[in-house]
């Protein structure tokens, strides 16, 4: 069993993703990930982390060792790539999908090297036509592991469309004691450049987009408390306002 735990950083609309990534490589080969809730426990820990900014390198894995034993991996996703929803992907400004990112960087993570003698999602550089593991990929793994007794018959899930969300961001203001909510990546990194009483918590949960069964939230900043404060009642936030 090869256990995995995402971190703070990771945002709520990458998890889907991540789950299916692993489904993927286990769907063909005799391997068993279970995710965990603590990095500490974990094998392989996911992360969302500064790299190079857009473009270039838009993930790696790294490998931690106690003498000659592996310890753990950690596999880590460029934050400066803007990852974003777009037509039920993830995808980075640059229109990369974070499905095949992380299959390849957990393909790294069990052991796999770079592999370019045919489009594969092993290649060095990403194939934007590559979505879901190759043969090439297949047989990596297999002979790393052996082939699942049992094949799952269900297509590889990396494929799986996923609702659009908005990450919501969360910090923690040591002065007052309060919590701050956003969904503003430019206002989360405005946060942690100029308040650094803020504390940075991750991001809990993430909203979907407006459709007939989500209700708006709306936010006032009090300028006496340096407070905020959240409502979602559109009476109670006419009255603050008038």
Avoid: C
Avoid at 49 to 78: E, H, M, P
Avoid at 225 to 238: K, L, P, Q, Y
């Amino acid at each position: 069993m090869v256990t995995w735990a995402l971190d703070a950083t990771i945002p709520a609309s990458f998890v889907g993703v991540i789950q299916a990534a692993f489904a993927a490589w286990s769907s063909y080969a005799d391997i068993a990930f279970q995710q965990v809730v603590s990095t500490v426990e974990s094998d392989i820990d996911l992360t969302l982390n500064s790299i190079d900014g857009l473009g270039k390198v838009v993930g790696n894995a790294t490998y931690s060792y106690s003498g000659q034993r592996l310890q753990s991996v950690t596999v880590a996703f460029d934050s400066g790539e803007g990852w974003h929803t777009a037509k039920g992907r993830v995808v980075s400004n640059q229109n990369v999908d974070l499905s095949a990112v992380a299959l390849h960087e957990i393909g790294h993570a069990i052991g796999l090297d770079h592999y370019n003698a045919k489009p594969e999602v092993m290649n060095a550089i990403l194939d934007p036509t590559i979505s879901s593991l190759a043969a090439g990929d297949i047989a990596g793994v297999q002979a790393l592991y052996g082939a699942r007794s049992a094949p799952i018959q269900a297509a590889p899930p990396a494929l799986v469309v996923q609702a659009e969300v908005t990450a919501v961001h969360r910090f923690y203001d040591t002065k007052t004691g309060d919590h701050f909510y956003t969904t503003s990546g430019a206002e989360k990194a405005q946060i942690l450049q100029t308040l650094p009483w803020f504390t940075y918590e991750g991001t809990p949960w993430a909203t979907p987009s407006q459709g007939a069964d989500t209700i708006d939230v709306f936010r006032f900043f009090d300028t006496g408390t340096t407070a905020h404060f959240f409502t979602t009642s559109v009476g109670e936030r006419d009255q603050i306002i008038k």
